[in-house]
T-cell receptor
Framework: SQQGEEDPQALSIQEGENATMNCSYK?????LQWYRQNSGRGLVHLIL?????REKHSGRLRVTLDTSKKSSSLLITASRAADTASYFC????????????FGSGTRLLVRP | EAQVTQNPRYLITVTGKKLTVTCSQN?????MSWYRQDPGLGLRQIYY???????DKGDVPEGYKVSRKEKRNFPLILESPSPNQTSLYFC???????????FGPGTRLTVL
């Protein structure tokens, strides 16, 4: 089952611009995570936001969560060519299990 | 160095020939999980384990087996591989709930 759906599927921006990716999910959650994947490599955890949080920052990353709309956004400010990667949101199943459900990802290309 | 290792990294095999992909973590994490990644489908969870001798099915467990006899190891077993199991496989581990996961480098499997 696909819990998280990212939008857009692909995004191309110029270096220095901001990049915004969105994630929508279907059921109630305890937390939502964002991961980054460089081509064909393992995913790297970026940030986690809990269901009782609305916004969280980490360096150039800003994540928002709207549980009423069942959606989250990831903003990367002042993008760099090295930010080129795929970005995935992942949600828990809403219970206390370790089950994680990933979206299909947004491919970000930052042009130098 | 804290890491999740997978072996082999690349494997080409034939239909029906049993294979095992090993996964090991040196971070004393309780939680481990296996995912497969296919184009356009994101990551789908195959099995996960909350601790030694405790495993549970993810979204796509058919055709796979796992075991967790030791905390550090979580092998993925394909008893009779089929071409539809051709995929990129990732192992991940996490120390706690919520599962902010550390991913291995991936195993690219081709079943002919």
């Amino acid at each position: 089952s696909q819990q998280g759906e990212e939008d857009p599927q692909a995004l191309s921006i110029q270096e220095g611009e901001n990049a915004t990716m969105n994630c929508s999910y279907k059921t109630s959650i305890n937390n939502l995570q964002w991961y980054r994947q460089n081509s064909g490599r393992g995913l790297v955890h970026l940030i986690l936001i809990r269901s009782n949080e609305r916004e969280k920052h980490s360096g150039r990353l800003r994540v928002t969560l709207d549980t009423s709309k069942k959606s989250s956004s990831l903003l990367i400010t002042a993008s760099r060519a090295a930010d080129t990667a795929s970005y995935f949101c992942a949600t828990d199943a809403g219970d206390s299990s370790y089950k994680l459900i990933f979206g299909s990802g947004t491919r970000l290309l930052v042009r130098p | 160095e804290a890491q999740v290792t997978q072996n082999p990294r690349y494997l080409i095999t034939v239909t029906g020939k049993k294979l095992t992909v090993t996964c090991s973590q040196n971070m004393n994490h309780e939680y481990m999980s296996w995912y497969r990644q296919d184009p356009g489908l994101g990551l789908r969870q195959i099995y996960y384990s909350m601790n030694v001798e405790v495993t549970d099915k993810g979204d796509v467990p058919e055709g796979y087996k796992v075991s967790r006899k030791e905390k550090r190891n979580f092998p993925l077993i394909l008893e009779s591989p089929s071409p539809n199991q051709t995929s990129l496989y990732f192992c991940a581990s996490s120390p706690r709930l919520p599962p902010e996961q550390f991913f291995g480098p991936g195993t690219r499997l081709t079943v002919l």
